[in-house]
Structure formats: structure tokens, C-alpha cells
RNA sequence: GGAGAGGUAGCGAAGCUGGCCGUAACGCGCCCGACUCGAAAUCGGGUUAGGGUUAACCCCCUACGUGGGUUCGAAUCCCACCCUCUCCGCCA
């Protein structure tokens, strides 16, 4: 599950409000959830369909708080656009008269009483526009009518499930109980150096986590077609912006304090905003881009969960897909990343499933996000790997991401999408869970061997 | 960090002694048409975005890196900031 869903509301709201009511089929048909997906116009003409949206994922926000700043600046903005009008035809009459040698003074006289006018009127403007852009910059996108209608991640449907769990003739240990022979992982030294939640990788883990990014980059960038990126890992406050994690979840986001730059919390955000404010080709679409990047995450919120081992770290690593595609294939474009961060985990030979997330329990910026869990039998669960979504139009709205399309015409919005592919972190607990032995020592998959210099386990005595 | 140059449509670029210059000169690209069997070349026309109003058109407002200021009126004058390029210094 995505790290911004709104968990701390679903418990706020939680029986169905009246305003909840059902919306005729053919409002919700696929036109109209298309791609003015929170657009200005579908909030002033469609506003109940943004309702439902925000009802389904026990949202408290609510339309007509925006509706009523929306009215309100209309009719600031036709009073004083009338205004300016007439200023600036006494304004070239002025420049008429001072060529002529005539007489401008009562012109300027009366000018002097308008542009009174007009500041006051600009400055209750600014403060009601501000008040409905920071409404629009806070509103979830609203859930595509394939996904699911539920509360919280119970209701996540199962879509599918991939490999056999294995089973053991003794009691599997959990990763950290396993590093506690095979050495690897330092816990102790994380704290020393940093503090909870961070984490030093000795020899065989240092190396099996490069491994891992590695295969993982190389089969994105040979078999999947994608193009990989080293980006900055600290980005600005637009940027930030852009996909959506600003403003309403700075406190998950780790900050400098002397410049106004955050530590990315995944490559999403810098890879999906690499081209805002751009207008692309549609010949250009699909795009396919990957990074391997450190995620920092301040995980506010989460105390007393998964505190030990490698599951929930301040700073983690990740494969990152992401893909820029045409509003008409995004779904499309959806399944097919999905199958690239399956591939994967087919790869290492893990056993996994496939979750739908529901309306309840869906990220703020994406309209659909399937979750990817590996087994880790040493918990005896499944726990998420990866996250694959289609934000449509929402983050490409945000940060100006648009493309002209074949024949001409306008620039539309693209849509985007991101994937993770895959958490490496986690990847290397279900390694090293699944692999484990009786005697404390790990089997490696064999895609892994190449990329291990050849070693094929994992030994106790190892430094 | 020091010195200088610059930021104007999809791209290049003019305007920068304030008004007749922003649906923005000029060039490229793109779209439509003419010519052609067809194409190239050539010729003619068109081609910014957001918002208000509207059934739609018309019309109106805003935008010349960003934010302020002066003025009846700012791409143009003033102030602050951001970014890019060149040279110098420093540095993995």
C-alpha cells in the first residue's frame, strides 16, 4: 500500500454520510471520469461526481466549500475585469490626447478612483483565489470506476496470487533473526551512526543489494524497454508539488533546514516531473523511465510499527518505473507495468500476490494502484514490494505535463504513472526468508548468481 | 565566491529613448489551400496559453524568468529574487 494514503481519516468518518447518495450510471461513464478529472470545469459543472470521490475515500473535505469560494471569485473577477477594461480604453485615449496636444487631467482624475477600486477589489481576489487553490492542491484524485469500493485495506480484493509458499520442516526465522548468525546487516551501528531506523550493510548484504538493483535495472532497461535516470535526490517545493506530496504530507518528508530542498521519498517525484512544464510529442509516447535512488521517508506516524529489521527504514532503496503515456492507454499502460515488476519477482522465484487497493485505502494522486506482496515466511504474511498506480491526468495537471497531439491541435494533459520495481530493501528480506536453510545459512536465486560474482548461498561464517 | 552576458510563442530572434508592439516584426517548424500524375521547390492563408461571459461565436481580462514598485498607461523605468551561458577563483 501507498505510503500517502489517508489512514488517519478512515476512522474519523465511518459510516456512509447522506451526501454519499448514489450517482446515476451514466454520470460515472467512462466520458465523463476521462481526462478533465478534477479540472476546473468538472468541479464547476460535474461537482457530484468529485463528492462521491471524496465520500469513497472518507475524505473530509467537501464540494461546495469550493463551490462557494468559486462564486465568490467570479464575481470579483467580472467586476474587476470590467473595470480594467475601462482603464485601459481611458488609457489609450490619454496616449490619443497627449499626441494631440489635448487635455487628459479629467481622464486621469477619474482613472485615480477606479484603480482605487480595483485594488481593493484585486486584493479580496487574491486572498479567495488562494483559499481555492489551496482547496484544489488538497483534493484526492478521484478513483477510476474500476476500483473497488471499501473502507480500509481489508476490503483490498485479492487479483491474483503467483508461486508457492514454501514450507519448512523447521520454524523460518525472521531477517534480522537470520542476520544475527550471518552477520550483513548492522542494526547497531545504523543507530550509532544516524539513529532508529537506519541501517549499515556489511559484504554480502552491501553486495546483494547492489545485485539486486542491478538485475533489477538491467531487465527494466534490456527486456522492458525503459530508459534509466539518475536524478537529484533532493528536489524543490514545485517539484514536491508536482506529484502531489506537497503540501499535505510535508511532515512525511524529511526537509533541510537552511534551503528550501527535501530529500525525495521515492523517484517518483523526480522522475515524473522531469518533464513539467513541457509539451511533448505524441510520437514520444509511451515513456519509460527507471532509476535506482535512496528513498527517504520520515515515517511520521508510524511508531511501534515493524521496528525492527530492514521493513520500515528511514532511508531505503528502490528500483522506480515510471511511465508518461497517452490518456487513452493509460490503462492499458497500468497492467503492463504491472507485469514488469511481476517479471521480477517471478525472476527471483518469490512468491507473491496481487491486491487491488480500494477507494479507502488509495494514495492521494492515484485514480487506480495495485499492490505487489512478496510471502515472507519468517512473518508468515505477505508485505508489500511494490506499488503500481495510474495518476491520470492528476499530477500532470499539477506540474504542467502535457503533449500535442499527432495531428495537431491543443496540448493535452498526459497521464502518469509509477511503479515500484522493486523495493530493494524488502526484496533482500524475502531473499534471504524464502532461501533460508536449517542451518541459518541462505540459497540465492539463481538469476541472483551472475550478479553475486558467482556465489550461490549465503554462509554463516561470511564477513 | 568575483566579473560579464542573457531569460519574449514549439524553436531561433527583433522590440527595451514608456502609449500606434503581444491574436508579438523576421526566420524555422506545423496545419490548410494553389501548382503537380505524385512529391520537392515555389506561392497564398492560418498557427500562444489560462481565465471571465456565452448554447456557441463575438467580446473582455491576464501573462514578455518570478515577485514588488513608479505611472492614467510598463516587455520597456526602479528594487529584490530565481535560473542559464561565458571567463576567473576554489573544489571531489
Not at 57 to 83: C, G, K, Y
Request: hydrophobic fraction near 40%; aromatic fraction near 8%; proline fraction near 6%.
Amino acid at each position: 500500500m501507498n505510503n500517502y494514503h489517508i489512514t488517519s481519516l478512515s476512522f474519523i468518518i465511518s459510516v456512509p454520510l447522506p451526501h454519499c447518495a448514489a450517482i446515476p450510471p451514466h454520470v460515472l461513464g467512462a466520458n465523463a471520469l476521462g481526462a478533465t478529472m478534477l479540472d476546473l470545469k468538472l468541479l464547476q459543472r460535474q461537482p457530484e461526481i468529485v463528492e462521491k470521490a471524496l465520500c469513497d475515500r472518507n475524505s473530509p473535505m467537501r464540494v461546495e466549500e469550493f463551490t462557494a469560494l468559486d462564486e465568490r471569485r467570479r464575481a470579483l473577477l467580472a467586476e474587476s475585469e470590467t473595470l480594467k477594461a475601462e482603464r485601459n480604453s481611458a488609457s489609450a485615449e490619454v496616449g490619443k490626447l497627449k499626441r494631440t496636444g489635448g487635455d487628459a487631467s479629467a481622464i486621469m482624475e477619474r482613472m485615480g478612483a477606479v484603480n482605487a477600486r480595483i485594488k481593493v477589489l484585486g486584493e479580496e481576489l487574491e486572498g479567495v483565489q488562494t483559499a481555492q487553490n489551496d482547496w484544489m492542491l488538497s483534493v484526492p484524485n478521484v478513483p477510476h470506476t474500476s476500483v473497488p469500493l471499501g473502507k480500509s485495506e481489508e476490503d483490498n480484493p485479492v487479483l491474483h496470487t503467483w508461486g508457492q509458499v514454501p514450507t519448512f520442516s523447521f520454524t523460518p526465522k525472521e531477517h534480522w533473526e537470520l542476520a544475527e548468525t550471518l552477520g550483513g546487516l548492522d542494526f547497531d551501528r545504523g543507530a550509532k551512526l544516524a539513529g532508529s531506523r537506519f541501517t549499515v550493510y556489511w559484504g554480502w548484504a552491501a553486495r546483494l543489494e547492489r545485485a539486486l538493483a542491478s538485475l533489477f535495472l538491467d531487465i527494466h532497461t534490456r527486456e522492458h524497454g525503459y530508459t534509466e535516470v539518475q536524478p537529484p535526490l533532493m528536489v524543490n517545493r514545485k517539484t514536491m508539488t508536482g506529484t502531489g506530496n506537497l503540501p499535505k504530507f510535508e511532515e512525511d518528508l524529511f526537509k533541510m533546514e537552511a534551503w528550501d530542498y527535501f530529500l525525495i521519498p521515492t523517484a517518483e517525484v523526480p522522475l515524473t516531473n522531469l518533464f513539467a512544464e513541457e509539451i511533448l510529442e505524441e510520437s514520444m509516447l509511451p515513456i519509460g523511465l527507471t532509476a535506482h535512488t535512496p528513498c527517504f521517508r520520515s515515517e511520521a506516524g508510524a511508531y511501534g510499527k515493524d521496528t525492527r529489521g530492514l521493513i520500515r527504514q528511514h532511508q531505503f532503496s528502490k528500483v522506480e518505473m515510471v511511465r508518461f503515456a497517452h490518456p487513452e492507454r493509460s490503462f492499458d499502460e497500468l497492467e503492463r507495468m504491472r507485469g514488469h515488476a511481476e517479471a521480477l519477482l517471478q525472476r527471483l522465484e518469490l512468491p507473491y500476490r496481487v491486491i487491488t487497493l480500494c477507494t479507502g485505502d488509495m494514495g492521494f494522486a492515484s485514480a487506480k494502484t495495485y499492490d505487489l506482496e512478496v510471502w515472507l515466511p519468517g512473518q508468515n504474511k505477505y508485505r508489500e514490494i511494490s506499488s503500481c498506480s495510474n495518476c491520470m491526468d492528476f499530477q500532470a495537471r499539477r506540474a504542467n505535463i502535457r503533449f500535442r497531439p499527432a495531428g495537431g491541435g491543443k496540448p493535452e494533459f498526459a497521464h502518469t504513472l509509477n511503479g515500484s520495481g522493486l523495493a530493494v530493501g524488502r526484496t533482500l528480506v524475502a531473499v534471504m526468508e524464502n532461501g533460508q536453510q536449517e542451518d541459518g545459512s541462505v540459497v540465492l536465486p539463481k538469476a541472483l548468481v551472475p550478479y553475486m560474482g558467482g556465489q550461490e548461498f549465503i554462509l554463516p561464517q561470511q564477513r
